[in-house]
């Protein structure tokens, strides 16, 4: 007895070290890219060209990071990054998840063919939609303001209403039947029913519109002509592009700077993930 | 009487939730597909007005471009590929990091860290990591007494470095799985574990079905995504000089790419327009078959929604 | 809750206001640059004195690309300065979107401080002027002199040949264990630089050709240079991806002793810590030199411009103006040699300035006007003339074979001109000089 006691306590802690080890293998693999632009941000240019590369450099150039900000008004483009991801933000998770109700709880002539054309939308190339929509915006005057990052997202995307849509489905529909016998209207179900109930798909889709926003490249480069409109992306940008076509980028300047405008998205995802956690029940049985 | 009017009640609730998507797609979405469509049956260099050819793009992609069937088919070995592979190691790793073991959270922010990371900030180190003599995997490789391929160098292995370099990214669709996999409730796997249920018999019963929403979803972005993979092709492959993108030999000239090309390297917005439509036929063709095959497979918890 | 709501709703309605600065046109030049974060401080520096003296003031546009350009010129609302290379600058110019500074340069003795080339490869095909030249450079040898000192060999002079190079290269190959990977190589050629042999080896440049055209003298370098691969005594192309950080590298960590590169390159100057030289691109037996120059491009001015003086004048302030840019290799009043040897000290015993007087001396002129990078076919050739060189470099494919593709690459070339011909709106002089070309296939 004491001894099948004894193995099965070796077994648990061998299954233990076997799940961390395998955690732990694989956290190195995907931690990668970020461990090398951390080991590029603490060398010298010429360290950075070295044969062959040393992953810990003999000199730890902390200054790089004062360098990398010293080189561009970080602040300001920090202030326009965060005035347009919060709004896209908050624009993407109102309207998204309205549509969301809309095309998973309700029914309405044209809801399956509407959600398809929603779906569908997403199937063209932006690329050749991409001239269209500027004359648009153009004529609206809106070039080189945050109109046309900021106001789509109040009209809803098509891939967070899509993903909403799926996880408000598996909430049971007792809910709302049991709420409307309580005289609660659609609006109010939504807001004090599907919201809380869904708030780890929230946090997913606020987290995803938080972090497409912020690394959004393509369409702040499109809309924005002034150099006090930029982004942090574009400020990456400028690091990277080189003089007169002869320059080679400041490599470690460049990472340093790309891991500055990394980090309050690891602070965000970490600090977000406890709400797509435990405790929080999607539509279980719970309740 | 009273019927109808109760429908139209309802039919109006419905439009006012899904106003602001409707109006969006009215004022910002349907303009530009439309005229894309249009310039499509044009000859247009986006620098003076289009000439209306009619089918001409269409009859050429269908009849008369070698690189149409190319660049189809170096996509769906992408798809075929990057979807299965990406899909089941974000399960698994979702399922690993569902665990309640110590220091997850940092486990979690670890697998992420790929999909924050600008991609084309460190595409020198992918370039690096391939590289087939003084990259990371062939000197992996090597110390397992394997000589590895030349990778972006090699018409046969350059689609699957692209593969395997998007397996990096899988975190978005983990996190998805993670919230799914969050949201079964424990009563569910209690029951089973009363009946004495094996782990795989749990898995296929219990945990598969009730994140079947979120595969799906998944799934169809995926395709979606896969079908329009441009970016890493964009910046890996080719030398410097502009135009050779896609190579070698065009081995990893994926669909969007070529198009990409055609609009902005050959100023043929017009021909770039019909395929990105050909594209869009294509992606519609491949989910109306997951959503018709979708009906068997994927379980909602608020019953048929119909 | 509703009330947190509306306050985050009104902070969106503020924040989607600002950043609203548009620009309001009177008398404000706007420049769309891609210049980097250093470039711009100076340059934004420098804008306020410029305005003073010369009562144009310049709106600066950092980010640029060519898709954004494209977007900006079909609305309408093409920036008045803006960056174009030789195949851009034919399409835009055809297609009446370029001023052609002739207008606004005539009896303007600016024209006479440029380098007669700088002016020349602004020109196209209807011969109007659309762009100017606001950078140049050459290319060269980067050597490793330690490499050399170690192996006894003398550093190349500025008569070298081909033969002299291959031999030192041979010597500074090292392979140890003979494994057949030697840890040392003697020379590397990034693949993008063959021209610069093709031109040295005299191979006939015909600007603004519309047709590919791979001539005798081009296929021996070909030639030469899969000889180098199967000598062993430079890195396969297909083991070295050459990507500008990675041939740098090599470089800078002994892995070749020599390599091939613009002069000068900045970045490269600044990444290396090894004592190094530059020597002149290699000549080909007695043929006489015929050194690459080459500008990246140019800056153009929009046909849409409201004042195209002032356009002009913050043109030329650019170039030969501001700061950042001095002094500019594309003047000739200007000592650029010694202007870098000041900024670079490293500069000034290292053959730099041979290679730059002899690129002066024996100018072959821009690669650009080469069939390959000129011109509107060019995007379409180098598509279609990639795959057939990923094939030579891999040796699947021989030179001759390479060579067979080029009338079908031509045919197919023709065929989407003609029809570009007919039904794109280019002005009667382009419609015309393309026209006649178009008879004219080479052999």
Known sequence: MNQRAGLSRLKAIGRFVGWYGVLIALGIVFAIPFLWMFSVSLHDLAGVFADPFRWVPEELRWSNYVDAVSLLPFGRYLTNTVVITVCVLIGTVLSSSLVAYGFSRLRFRGRDKLFALCIATMMLPGQVTMIPLYIGFSKLGWVDTFLPLIVPAFFGSPFYIFLLRQFFLTIPREYDEAARLDGAGKLRIYWSIILPLSRPALATVALFAFLGTWNDFFNPLIYLNSPENATLTLGLNMMKSQVMGTGVTQWHLLMAASLLVMIPNIVLFFVAQKHFMKGIQVGGLKG | ?306 | MTNRAAALLAFCLIGAGCGGKTNDGAGEIVYNSSANAVEIQALQSELPEFARESGVSVKLNPFSGQEKLYAMIAAGQAPDIFYTNAAVRDRLAAEGHLLDLRDVSSGDPFLDRLWPQVVEDGRSVDGGLYSMGNWSFTAGVYYNKDLFDVAGVSYPDTTWTWNDMVGAAEALTKDADRDGKPEQYGLFIPSHFIEVFEQMNRTPIRKNALYVSIPDESAEVYRKYLDLMDKGIMPDLLTVQAMGMQAVQMLAGGKVAMLVEAVPNQGLIEALQIRWGVAPIPRFGQKPPSYFRSGSGGLSISARTADPESAWKALKWIIAGASIYQPNPVLRDADFVGGWEERYPQLKDSGFRDVWNLSLEHNGGDLRSFVRYSSWTSARILSLLQPEFDQLWAGRITVDQLRSQIPSINEQVERELRNDVTRRHWKPEFRDAVEAQLARLPQ
């Open chain 2, 1 to 306: 009487m009273n019927r109808p009017k109760l429908i139209r009640r309802e039919d109006l609730e419905g439009y006012a939730f899904i106003a602001p998507w409707l109006i969006g797609f009215l004022l910002l979405t349907a303009g530009p597909m439309l005229a894309s469509v249009l310039i499509s049956f044009t000859s247009w260099s986006m620098l003076s007005p289009p000439t209306w050819v009619g089918l001409k793009n269409y009859e050429v992609i269908l009849s008369d471009d070698p690189l149409v069937p190319t660049s189809l088919w170096n996509t769906a070995y992408y798809v075929l590929f990057s979807v299965p592979l990406g899909l089941l190691l974000s399960l698994a790793l979702a399922m690993l990091l569902d665990r309640r073991l110590r220091g997850m959270s940092v486990f979690r922010t670890l697998f992420f860290l790929p999909s924050i990371t600008n991609m084309v900030a460190v595409s020198v180190l992918w370039i690096w990591i391939f590289n087939p003599e003084y990259g990371l995997i062939n000197a992996a490789l090597e110390k397992v007494g394997i000589v590895g391929p030349m990778w972006l160098q090699s018409e046969t292995w350059s689609k699957p470095a692209l593969v395997i370099m998007s397996l990096w990214g899988i975190g978005g669709t983990m996190i998805i799985f993670l919230a799914a996999l969050q949201g079964i409730p424990d009563e569910l796997y209690e029951a089973a574990d009363l009946d004495g249920a094996s782990s795989w018999r749990r898995f296929f019963h219990i945990t598969l079905p009730m994140i079947s929403p979120a595969m799906f979803f998944n799934l169809v972005i995926g395709i979606i995504g896969s079908f329009q993979v441009f970016t890493q092709a964009f910046v890996m492959t080719g030398s410097v000089q502009p135009g050779s993108e896609g190579g070698p030999n065009n081995s990893t000239l994926f669909f969007v790419l070529y198009l990409y090309k055609k609009a902005f390297q050959e100023f043929r917005m017009g021909y770039a327009s019909a395929l990105a439509w050909v594209l869009f036929l294509v992606i519609l063709f491949f989910t109306i078959i997951q959503m018709k095959l979708s009906k068997r497979w994927v379980f909602y918890e608020a019953g048929e929604s119909r």
